[in-house]
């Protein structure tokens, strides 16, 4: 059973640009969250989709976006790319909704993204 | 509001020795779970163990056991038997409310061999 794939592995954008990361969850499951991983912040979490439907937000602004399609996967999306947009997304997935729960995620390696 | 502390941002363990990585949380749910997560450099963060807060009895996967203080807030990872493939950055995590996973700032382990 593959794990959960993310693309790219790297990305080097400039300020202003935008991005889209892209995440394929274990199959079957249909819940995917993202993070976002910074040495300062360390790990936040920015969202997480259930059927197509954003179930939970975290506090992030508005120039980071998500969307999940009917096969799950999931795609993120940040406008208006910002110096301290720097860092490594990592998103999971899990059977069911597992953020208030016991529900084990499996998380992928993750996009680097650097922001010039 | 809920927050989860690592007081020890590096540790180190001679191959084969007992170590303990420290993790104290903060919420006011009532219903909640902790896990520990290590991130290898592969930078794939893989869970190593989970407790559910109304659980009295210790967690224990192998190798990996918890220290599950309630009252106190304490959640502490113990590694038996260090192996060298235990090396990594381990992480303890809150699951609490409705919201969203809180992480810890992360311990670096290594392991000496």
């Known amino acids: 059973k593959a794990g959960v794939t993310q693309t790219p592995r790297y990305l080097i954008k400039t300020r202003g640009q935008q991005v889209t990361l892209s995440c394929s969850p274990i199959s079957g499951h249909r819940s995917v969250s993202w993070y976002q991983q910074t040495p300062g912040q360390g790990l936040q979490f920015l969202f997480e989709y259930f059927s197509e439907t954003q179930r939970n937000k975290g506090n992030f602004p508005g120039r980071f976006s998500g969307r999940q399609f009917s096969n799950s996967r999931s795609e993120m999306n940040v406008s208006t790319l910002e110096l301290g947009d720097s860092a490594l997304y990592l998103c999971?997935?899990?059977?069911?909704?597992?953020?208030?729960?016991?529900?084990?995620?499996?998380f992928g390696s993750g996009t680097q993204l650097s922001v010039l | 509001a809920q927050t989860v502390t690592q007081s020890q941002p590096e540790m180190s363990v001679q191959e084969a020795e007992t170590v303990t990585l420290s993790c104290t949380y903060d919420t006011s749910e009532s219903d909640y779970y902790l896990f520990w997560y290590k991130q290898p450099p592969s930078r794939q963060m893989i869970l190593v163990i989970r407790q559910e807060a109304y659980k009295q009895q210790n967690a224990t996967e192998n190798r990996f056991s918890v220290n599950f203080q309630k009252a106190a807030k304490s959640f502490s990872l113990k590694i038996s038997d260090s192996q060298l493939g235990d090396a990594a950055m381990y992480f303890c995590v809150l699951s609490s409310g409705a919201n969203n996973l809180f992480f810890g700032t992360g311990t670096r382990l290594t392991v000496i061999p």
């Open positions: 999971a997935s899990s059977a069911i909704p597992g953020q208030n729960s016991n529900e084990k995620l499996f």
